[in-house]
């Protein structure tokens, strides 16, 4: 059974908007740290975005420029990343991931060595 289950995704023109969810599980839903990364083809694992479930602080990489936003529902079962003004550059396979393991988080990064839950991914297309 998977802990982490990405939606939402799909293919928009140049300029839209996409809003991913990710629904965790029994044994992801209390992690300290949840975030975003994305693939795009021939290129490196990349941080979007990081979200502090206790403090309820966001991280951005500087690549987003204002265009991303990460949040979650108050039950703290469901992660979504809110994507604005979309370009082809932001093409990609988005995943969640989750940092359940016991002890403080003060600053929730992007270092994918963090992160010990993993979704299945979903596909965004942007097209000029």
């Known amino acids: 059974q998977a802990q982490l289950v990405e939606s939402g995704g799909g293919s928009v023109q140049a300029g839209g908007s996409l809003r991913l969810s990710c629904t965790a599980s029994e044994y992801t839903d209390s992690s300290k740290c949840m975030a975003w990364f994305r693939q795009a083809p021939g290129k490196e694992r990349e941080g979007v975005a990081a979200?502090?479930?206790?403090?309820?602080?966001?991280h951005y990489a500087d690549s987003m420029n204002g265009r991303f936003t990460i949040s979650q529902d108050n039950a703290k079962n469901t992660l979504y990343l809110q994507m604005n003004s979309l370009k082809p550059e932001d093409t990609a396979v988005y995943y969640c991931?989750?940092?359940?393991?016991?002890?403080?988080?003060?600053?929730?990064?992007?270092?994918?060595?963090?992160?010990?839950?993993w979704g299945q991914g979903t596909q965004v297309t942007v097209s000029s």
């Open positions: 979200f502090n479930t206790a403090l309820r602080s966001e």
């Open positions: 991931a989750a940092d359940s393991r016991l002890g403080p988080r003060i600053f929730c990064g992007l270092d994918n060595n963090n992160y010990n839950y």
